[in-house]
């Protein structure tokens, strides 16, 4: 049986190695605590970057989009004009047609009186 001083000091030494496990312990808590830290601030910034990107592609596309609708609207326009051009053509070229048309029946009766 050991003696009080014994277990006196087998107390001391384990309360030692008890301060030094705590020590050592608080020492990785810290450090782990930081590491999670400092990993949430770049998942953070990380995500914030990805949605300022985002938004950059999300203007440029809808710029796009109304640069594509104004081409579109100013090439329609351009469809309607010449649409009107050719039928102003179409009508002229009717008159013409006409007019061709009373001459040929006009000469084909002065060749048959002939």
Same mark, same amino acid.
């Given at each position: !049986?050991?003696?009080? #001083? #014994?277990?006196?000091? $087998? *107390?001391?030494?384990?309360? &030692? +190695?008890?301060?030094?496990? !705590?020590?050592?312990? &608080?020492?990785?808590? *810290?450090? %782990?605590?930081?590491?999670?830290? !400092?990993?949430?601030?770049?998942? &953070? =910034?990380?995500?914030?970057? %990805?949605?300022?990107? @985002? =938004? %950059? ?8 989009? +109304?640069? *594509?609708?104004?081409?579109? #609207?100013?090439? #329609?326009?351009?469809?309607? =004009? +010449?649409? $009107?051009?050719?039928? !102003? ?6 008159? *013409? ?5 009373? @001459?040929?029946?006009?000469?084909? %009766?002065?060749?048959? &009186?002939?």
């Amino acid at each position: !049986m050991p003696t009080q #001083e #014994e277990r006196l000091t $087998a *107390v001391e030494n384990d309360l &030692k +190695q008890f301060k030094t496990e !705590m020590r050592r312990f &608080k020492t990785e808590t *810290v450090t %782990s605590h930081q590491d999670s830290n !400092m990993n949430l601030m770049l998942v &953070k =910034a990380t995500v914030d970057g %990805s949605y300022d990107r @985002i =938004a %950059s592609l999300r203007n440029q596309l809808s710029d796009f989009r +109304q640069d *594509v609708l104004d081409r579109f #609207e100013r090439q #329609e326009n351009h469809f309607d =004009a +010449q649409d $009107a051009h050719l039928d !102003m053509h179409d009508k002229r070229f009717d008159v *013409v047609d006409k007019k061709l048309d009373q @001459i040929l029946q006009l000469l084909t %009766s002065l060749t048959n &009186k002939s």
